[in-house]
């Protein structure tokens, strides 16, 4: 089964920027079609992006125009490009990868936006 390796979590002001990683294993990546979800404290998770495996995106609204899924099929990764940051983007992120039905998540990473 594939396993994902988030990271690029962390902490920054209002406005602000980051930039998360998801690093999968095995040899069928490219096939993917890869998610990103989020979790605030209290709150159940809920999703942010997907990626297909052509390269089509979709957002959830709350982070349209200022969230960009991309994904390097290389290097296996799959990246989320975080601008305009707020306060209420603050959560644990994980990346999900769907093939065939099966599904896996990795462990997560958090972000915190606060001044």
């Known amino acids: 089964q594939v396993q994902l390796v988030e990271s690029g979590g962390g902490s920054v002001q209002p406005g602000g920027s980051l930039r998360l990683s998801c690093a999968a294993s095995?040899?069928?990546?490219?096939?993917?079609?890869m998610d990103w979800y989020r979790q605030a404290p209290g709150k159940q998770r809920t999703w942010v992006a997907t990626?297909?495996?052509?390269?089509?995106?979709s957002y959830a609204e709350a982070v349209k125009g200022r969230f960009t899924i991309s994904r390097d099929n290389a290097k296996n990764t799959v990246y989320l490009q975080m601008n305009s940051l707020k306060p209420e983007d603050t959560a644990v992120y994980y990346c999900?990868?769907?093939?065939?039905?099966?599904?896996?998540w990795g462990q997560g990473t958090q972000v915190t936006v606060s001044s």
């Open positions: 095995g040899t069928r990546f490219s096939s993917y079609v």
């Open positions: 999900r990868s769907q093939l065939y039905g099966s599904s896996a």
């Open positions: 990626i297909t495996s052509g390269g089509s995106t």
